[in-house]
């Protein structure tokens, strides 16, 4: 099944100027813990986590009202195409470590997939148990 079939296309997204206090309103408002970052033309530039929010900017004490969103969001986002298989999104998933992935065509942000979504598709069960025990595998084991 290709990710087109999988992915949320309605996306709410935000620019790099945005406030992080717009982005976290945006969260709370859709209950989801990611907003893609685009600019001028739906180009995606990078996306920001409820945990971005947290450890870059509010741990260290910077006001969430008058800090932008390209001072705490992530750059160099692994993302997917809508013709992928769901099998190739959870690989990448699973190799990258993530949850959710933006899917973009030309560049431009088109929709995102998020595991659980690649668990609808039966055969890509195996997939999605596969990437999230890889995803949930810590990245330095050694370390409790």
């Known amino acids: 099944m290709q990710i087109r079939e ?8 935000c620019s790099p100027q945005d406030s992080l206090q717009q982005v976290a309103q945006i ?13 001028d033309g739906g180009y995606l530039e990078g996306c920001i986590t409820d945990r971005d929010i947290v450890i870059r900017a509010v741990a260290k004490g910077m006001d969430v ?12 986002i692994v993302s997917c195409t809508p013709d992928q298989s769901a099998t190739e999104a959870a690989q990448m998933m699973a190799d ?14 088109v929709g995102i997939v998020a595991i659980g979504d ?16 890889e995803i949930s595998e810590p990245a330095r084991p050694e370390m409790h």
Do not use: F, K, W
Request: with cysteine; aromatic share 2%; charged share 30%.
């Open 118 to 133: 690649l668990a609808v598709e039966r055969a890509a069960d195996e997939s999605a148990g596969y990437a999230l025990s």
């Open 27 to 39: 969260m709370s408002d859709l209950d989801v813990g990611i907003v893609p970052i685009v600019r």
């Open 6 to 13: 999988l992915m949320t296309s309605e996306v709410e997204s």
């Open 96 to 109: 990258n470590q993530v949850r959710r992935l933006p899917v973009v065509e030309d560049g431009r942000l």
């Open 65 to 76: 009202n008058s800090t932008r969103v390209d001072e705490c969001m992530s750059e160099n």
